[in-house]
């Protein structure tokens, strides 16, 4: 009989668990199973960020959400998730990785329910950001399974590549699936979809997963943990109040406010024993302005995939397939230029690509502003879709491997969390702040350009918040008011176009700011890069 089962023959349940726990590595017998059920969480996180962009405008409609409030069922999701993950690889660590992760994938499940059952905007919103604070226990419960499963190095590169291929993909699998669902099912079925996904690995790892913890220190820094997400959250907030001007009062508070917050958990952190977040972590020069760069990626990307399926659906009146594959040509880019760059960087080292791949994101993004009602996909939004995606891959990759420089052992893992979070609270931020901008510069469009006037004898109340008409209906109305129709639904789009192209001209100045960043802070050269393989997930 083998010693494991002589073990377990003598002893209860309990004791068990508490060897399992001690073991530095229960799962290496079944190492390969655990990387299935971890790549399919994995999956399930990376789609959750693009699967819901394509459904956003059958949502919008059938919830009866306004422009303005749209974007918090993105942003929703992503602050929660950034500003609570590093609290949620700590409670991992401690807590246990398999308690961690059955629980953030049982909570991840019911507030996916939620958000598919939703009958108004306001549900929604609560079930993404539950989505983000169980996402932010799950995540990094997963990645230390995987990290405490393989520990031969060759067996570790193999994972870590399935890890990292797909958090690439992920991605393009969620503009497609989004896109299928969307236009062949319903739009809940973005979230619902979670749910069958959610039973199958929590019945798999059951099983399947033994339970490991982390030693030492287990006291939790909660003060900085509530400080730093109602800090970000109150920042959100008052970015997204400016719409109405940034001289208001509400914008002026919240954006203090936040900023108070914030100030407030780095000084909790300097005084912390166990802090959340090690200020040396962030403070270095090199590795600061690699934390610059993913919350400048994060913004970008909402930026790039967003206002663009708007702009697919909404303008070019593509279907919800046909604007998950018109998405993809950037998702390309960036494992494109993302291989390149893995290869480079031992070469050249991290500052040349870090600093020539915003570049070319923000040409891409200029590009972007050139759209118009009638332009085609080919000229005026292809290339700057590729040469965005070009443009982030070159980031990416030495920016991962810059945030690890210098860093310790002992808060490796606080890290590469922070990567993640930066990336995900520039998401946020950013949805904030380009929802604003497209906002005012359409506002202002519509108050530089007076709607189209009605024919005589028909009141522009009786066109008012009338559908679209199909063009069986347009050719039977008599001509005045049919060429009416058709110079209002040219107004309207004209004012949106204006709000997509100066939200893409915001994100490329945004974007080419980090090319000084790093001139000026980054000193890193290839030697000074760390060895072995730290899984970083972007997505």
Known sequence: ????????????????????????????????????????????????????????????????????????????????????????????????????FIVGMAGFAVASAIGGLAQEGWQLFIARAGQGVFAALLAPAALAILTVTFTDTKERAKAFGVFGAIAGGGAAVGLLLGGVLTEYANWRWCLLVNIPVAIVAIAAAV??????????????????????????ASLVYGFTEAEDGWATVPTISFIALGLALLAAFVVVETKSENPLLPMSVLLD?????????????????????????????????MSPVIAGVASLPMTGGILITAAIA?????????????????????????????????????????????????GLGL????????????????????????????????????????????????????ADNPAPTPPAGVPAEALAGQEIPSDEVLAALPEPIRNFVLATIDHAFAAEVSGYAWAFGTAAILVALVCPVVLGLVRAKKDDLPVGDTPIHVG
Request: with cysteine; hydrophobic share 45%.
């Open 395 to 446: 980031l990416m990759v030495p920016m991962q491997n810059v945030a690890l420089i210098g860093v310790p052992d002992h808060d490796a893992g606080a890290a590469s969390a922070l990567i993640n979070a930066t990336l995900q609270v520039g998401g946020a931020l950013g949805a904030a702040v380009f929802t604003t901008v497209y906002t005012s510069s359409k506002s202002s469009y519509l």
């Open 207 to 232: 099983p399947l997963v033994k339970e490991s913890k982390a030693h030492g220190d287990t006291r939790y820094d909660l003060p900085g943990a509530i400080l730093v997400a109602l800090g970000l």
């Open 285 to 317: 020069r090199d590795r600061g302005a690699a934390y610059i760069g993913s919350a400048v990626i994060g913004a970008a990307l909402l930026g790039g995939t967003l206002y663009l399926t708007f702009y697919f659906q909404i303008v070019l009146e």
């Open 1 to 100: 009989m083998p010693r494991i089962n002589e073990y377990e023959w003598g002893r209860n349940m309990s004791q068990v668990s508490e060897r399992e726990a001690s073991d530095p590595n229960p799962n290496y017998e079944r190492r390969w199973l655990v990387l299935c059920i971890v790549a399919i969480t994995q999956l399930t996180i990376v789609l959750d960020g693009t699967i819901v962009n394509i459904a956003l405008p059958q949502a919008q409609i059938d919830l009866g959400i306004s422009d303005t409030s749209r974007t918090w069922v993105i942003t929703a999701y992503a602050l929660a998730f950034g500003a609570l993950l590093l609290l949620g690889g700590r409670i991992a660590d401690y807590w246990g990785r398999k308690r961690s």
């Open 342 to 390: 893995s290869a480079l960087v031992p070469k050249i080292g991290p500052k040349p690509l870090m600093a020539v791949g915003p570049v070319v994101s923000a040409v891409g993004l200029l590009l972007l502003t050139q759209i118009g009602v009638d332009t085609s996909y080919w000229t005026h939004v292809l290339p700057g879709v590729v040469l965005l995606g070009l």
